[in-house]
C-alpha cells in the first residue's frame, strides 16, 4: 500500500512531468486522476467533463447517489491504495465522497463553490491552500465558460507542497442561464 | 502540538513515541490536517472554539496494538476516545466526548473473522463496515442478508454499540440486540470476552448469547468501559420472497386501532418486516418513501387541500378529515411488510387484512411482491436498506432540489422513545410542538409521525439543522437540551444523542436521585481508575474530572 510520502512524491512528480500531458491535448501541469466524476443531471458539470478531456482520468457520471460508483469502482481502488480525484458535483455528492475519503486518511485539497441563480452572475468560494486558490481564481478570471474555467483550475491544480496556509477567493462569471439556481462544486480529493 | 488537558508535553510527547512503538509511526496523526479528518463534520459547535477537537489519532491494526496503545494511555495518563469509522452523523461523528483526547481510531481493524452461512452469523472487528460485510457476503454467494441503517457506510460494531437500527425483520433491526459476543480490551489493557466466549476454545460463542453468570455486554454499549474489538452478529436467513403492502384507514381515530393491530401483528410476529406509518391527508410520508420525495418531490396536492392543512390542531380537522372521505385520501397509511417463503407471507398478509378489516372502511393494497434474491441494480427500485443492501442514497436528503432549495450543514438527531399507542403519538406531538414553538425550533412544526425501528416503542428521529450561523446554532443546542428536559418531564427519554447532549439525556434517566449514574460512575472508578477511556461518554465521567466536567 502506497503510503503517504509516496504519494505526495507521486503527485509532484505528475505535477512537474506535466509536458507529455500538455501534448496530448490536457493543460500545463494536468494531474493524472484515478477518477473523474460528474453530475449528468447539471448542464455544467456535464459542460466540465466535457472540458476535463485527455489523459486526465476516467470520467464517471453520476445523478446524486454514488453508491454504486463508489462500491464497484472507487473502493477497491482505495483498499489498493489512495487514489485521486477530480470532480464537480453537488455539493452532497462531495460530502459524501469527503467522508469516504477520510477512511483512507484523505482530503478535500481545492474546492470551488458555484453558486448560479437564474438571472445574474455565478458566484464562485475557492478554498484550498494559498497557492492553489490563487491559481484557480486566475482561471476562473479569464474565461467566458465557467464550468471550463473550473475543469482548467482543477486539471493544472499543483500537488507540489506550496504555500499551506488555508485561504478563500471569490470570483464572479456570467450565468449559462441556469433553468433553476444550483450550487455545484468543483473539487480535487487527495 | 496539541496538547490533552491536564497532560504535559514530556508526557504527552512520550506517549506518542510509544503509541508510534505499538503500530508504527506512520499510523500516529498530531498534524492539523490529519486532525482535521477526526472533526465532527455535523458539530453543533460548527466554526465555535467549544467544538470538541483530537489532539491526536492512533490506528491500530490488531488488538494487541489496541491493548498496547490503552497500556501506554494508562501509564502517562492520556485521554484517549475509541471511533471504530467514526460515521455516526448527527450523533458525534468521529470527534472526541472529551476535548483533547486522542482519538482510538479502530477502522484498520477492518477483518471479517467468520461468516457462517448455516448458522448466519458473523465475526468481525470493528473497522468492518456494513458495505464491507455486504460485498464479502456477495463475494462468497452466501446465503444471509445483513441489516443495515440507512446510510450504510459505517462500522457494524460501532453502530451496534451505539445502539443504531435498521430496516427487514423485527429480530435484526435492533443492532445490538442482534449481537452474539463481544471481545474487549479493558481500560488496563486486560482482554475480556463475553458471553460463551469466556470459555476457552469456545464452541457457541456466536450462538448463545448470554453465557453463564452475569451478562456484562451491555456496559460496553454507549459508555466508557472497554474498547470492542471483535463483535458477533446474528444474520438473517436470506428470505425466499418479499411482500410490501399497504393498509390505508379513513379517519384520524383510525390511529388508535392501527396501533394496536400493528402492535399486534407485530409482537406475535404475523408481520416483521419494517411497519412504517404515513398519513396522505396530512402529507406525511413513510420512511421509505423519503428519498423519492425529496429527489421527485411529494405527491401532487390540490389547493383546497394544501389550505385544509392550514387549519388543523394535531393533524386533525374535520374539514380535512371530510375532505380525506370525499376525496379518497386516507388519513393513515401502514406500509408493511414480509420475509420468508410465498405461502407464508401471503397467509399472514391475509390474517393481517383480517386483524384490520375490523376497522370500519379500511383499504388494502399490495405495493410490491419480490421474488429473491435480487441483485444491488433491482435493490436500487426499493428502499435498498429493506432488502439488507447498504447504500448512500440518504445523503440527497441534504441536496439542494426544488424541494429542499436550503439544504443545511448538517443535524443533531432528536430521536426520543415513546410508548407504542396513537395517545403517545398524540400526545408527544403536543407537547413537543408547543415546546419546539415556544424556543423557535424547527420541529414538530407540522403533525410528526414516529418510527417503528424498535419493537415495543415508537422512535422519533428528527433532524434539527446545523447550520453556518453560531448565534442560529447556539439557539438550536439550548432549544435542543430543553426539549430533552420536556420529554423527560412526560417519561420520554432519548435512545442515543451526540456528546453535547449526552449530559441532558442522562439527566432524565434520574430515578432514585439518579442510582444509574451512580452506578455506572461506581463501574467507571473500578474499572478505568486513571479514567483514560472515553471520558464524558454518555456523561460518565472518571472521578478526577467529575466536578466542573463540561457538556
Known amino acids: 500500500m502506497m503510503n503517504r510520502r509516496d504519494f505526495c512524491l507521486r503527485g509532484a512528480a505528475l505535477s512537474a512531468g506535466a509536458g507529455g500531458l500538455l501534448a496530448a491535448g490536457g493543460w500545463p501541469g494536468a494531474m493524472d486522476f484515478d477518477k473523474v466524476i460528474f453530475d449528468t443531471r447539471f448542464a455544467a458539470s456535464r459542460a466540465w467533463a466535457a472540458a476535463v478531456r485527455g489523459p486526465l482520468g476516467e470520467r464517471a457520471g453520476v445523478a446524486g447517489d454514488i453508491t454504486r460508483l463508489w462500491f464497484e469502482q472507487l473502493s477497491p481502488r482505495w483498499r489498493a491504495g489512495r487514489i485521486l480525484l477530480a470532480g464537480m458535483t453537488t455539493p452532497a455528492t462531495l460530502f459524501c465522497l469527503e467522508q469516504l475519503a477520510k477512511d483512507h486518511w484523505q482530503r478535500v485539497v481545492l474546492r470551488i463553490e458555484h453558486h448560479e441563480s437564474i438571472a445574474g452572475p455565478v458566484h464562485h468560494r475557492v478554498s484550498g491552500d494559498g497557492h492553489s486558490v490563487v491559481r484557480a481564481a486566475r482561471h476562473l478570471e479569464r474565461a467566458r465558460s465557467w464550468p471550463g474555467a473550473a475543469a482548467a483550475a482543477v486539471a493544472s491544480f499543483d500537488r507540489r507542497p506550496h504555500d499551506n496556509t488555508a485561504r478563500q477567493l471569490m470570483r464572479v462569471s456570467p450565468s449559462l442561464r441556469a433553468s433553476a439556481p444550483s450550487t455545484l462544486v468543483s473539487w480535487i480529493i487527495a | ?551
Open chain 2, 1 to 551: 502540538m496539541k496538547l490533552p488537558p491536564g497532560v504535559s508535553e514530556t508526557d504527552f510527547t512520550a506517549a506518542l513515541a510509544e503509541f508510534r512503538q505499538a503500530v508504527g509511526p506512520e499510523w500516529v496523526f498530531t498534524r492539523d490536517e490529519d486532525l482535521d479528518l477526526y472533526r465532527d463534520a455535523y458539530s453543533p459547535f460548527m466554526h465555535e472554539p467549544e467544538e470538541r477537537v483530537a489532539s491526536a489519532a492512533v490506528a491500530p491494526s490488531s488488538t494487541a496494538e489496541v491493548q498496547a496503545c490503552v497500556r501506554a494511555a494508562n501509564r502517562y495518563r492520556i485521554p484517549i476516545y475509541p471511533i471504530s469509522t467514526g460515521k455516526n452523523l448527527g450523533y458525534g461523528g468521529s470527534a472526541p466526548a472529551y476535548s483533547g483526547s486522542v482519538v482510538l481510531d479502530l477502522k484498520r481493524m477492518n477483518r471479517i473473522l467468520e461468516v457462517n452461512e448455516s448458522q448466519a452469523y458473523a465475526l468481525v472487528e470493528p473497522g468492518v463496515s456494513y458495505f464491507d460485510l455486504y460485498r464479502y457476503i456477495q463475494e462468497n454467494k452466501l446465503k444471509v442478508w445483513i441489516d443495515c441503517p440507512d446510510p450504510g457506510w459505517g462500522s457494524v460494531v460501532g453502530n451496534a454499540i451505539d445502539r443504531g437500527g435498521g430496516y427487514t425483520m423485527t429480530n435484526f433491526r435492533h443492532h445490538f440486540d442482534s449481537h452474539c459476543g463481544m471481545e474487549v480490551v479493558l481500560p488496563n489493557g486486560e482482554l475480556l470476552r463475553t458471553g460463551m466466549g469466556a470459555i476457552p476454545e469456545a464452541k457457541t460463542w456466536q450462538q448463545f448469547k448470554s453465557g453463564c453468570g452475569p451478562w456484562v455486554d451491555g456496559i460496553f454499549s454507549q459508555s466508557n468501559f472497554g474498547v470492542v474489538t471483535k463483535m458477533g452478529f446474528w444474520l438473517m436467513p436470506q428470505p425466499e420472497a418479499y411482500l410490501r403492502v399497504t393498509v390505508s384507514l379513513p379517519r384520524y381515530r383510525d390511529l388508535t386501532p392501527l396501533v394496536d393491530t400493528l402492535n399486534y401483528l407485530e409482537n406475535a410476529r404475523i408481520t416483521s418486516g419494517f411497519p412504517d406509518i404515513a398519513s396522505p391527508l396530512i402529507g406525511y410520508p413513510p420512511i421509505g418513501q423519503v428519498q423519492l420525495w425529496n429527489e421527485t418531490g411529494p405527491p401532487n396536492m390540490s389547493d383546497e387541500h394544501r389550505e385544509l392543512l392550514k387549519g388543523v390542531t394535531l393533524g386533525y380537522s374535520p374539514a380535512l378529515e371530510a375532505y380525506g372521505l370525499k376525496s379518497g385520501i386516507p388519513y393513515w397509511q401502514l406500509w408493511l411488510s414480509y420475509y420468508g417463503p410465498q405461502e407464508v407471507i401471503d397467509a399472514q398478509w391475509q390474517a393481517t387484512q383480517r386483524h384490520f378489516s375490523k376497522v370500519d372502511g379500511a383499504v388494502f393494497k399490495v405495493i410490491d411482491r419480490v421474488t429473491l434474491p435480487i441483485g444491488q441494480t433491482e435493490a436500487e427500485k426499493y428502499h435498498e436498506p429493506e432488502f439488507g443492501v447498504p447504500s448512500l442514497r440518504a445523503f440527497s436528503i441534504g441536496a439542494r432540489s426544488p424541494w429542499n432549495p436550503t439544504p443545511s450543514k448538517g443535524h443533531m438527531w432528536f430521536s426520543p422513545i415513546i410508548p407504542r399507542t396513537a395517545a403517545a403519538i398524540i400526545e408527544a406531538n403536543k407537547v413537543f410542538s408547543e415546546a419546539a414553538r415556544d424556543l423557535g425550533m424547527p420541529l414538530f412544526a407540522s403533525f410528526t409521525l414516529p418510527g417503528c425501528f424498535y419493537e415495543r416503542s415508537f422512535v422519533f428521529i428528527l433532524a434539527t439543522p446545523v447550520t453556518e450561523d453560531p448565534i442560529t446554532n447556539k439557539r438550536y443546542r439550548e432549544g435542543f437540551k430543553k426539549l430533552i428536559q420536556v420529554g423527560g418531564e412526560h417519561g420520554w427519554g432519548e435512545y442515543r444523542t451526540a456528546p453535547v447532549f449526552q449530559q441532558s439525556v442522562m439527566d432524565v434517566y434520574s430515578f432514585n436521585d439518579g442510582a444509574l449514574m451512580r452506578f455506572h460512575e461506581t463501574l467507571k472508578d473500578a474499572i478505568d481508575p486513571n479514567g483514560i477511556l472515553s471520558a464524558g461518554r454518555y456523561n460518565i465521567w472518571p472521578k478526577h474530572l467529575r466536578e466542573g466536567h463540561q457538556s
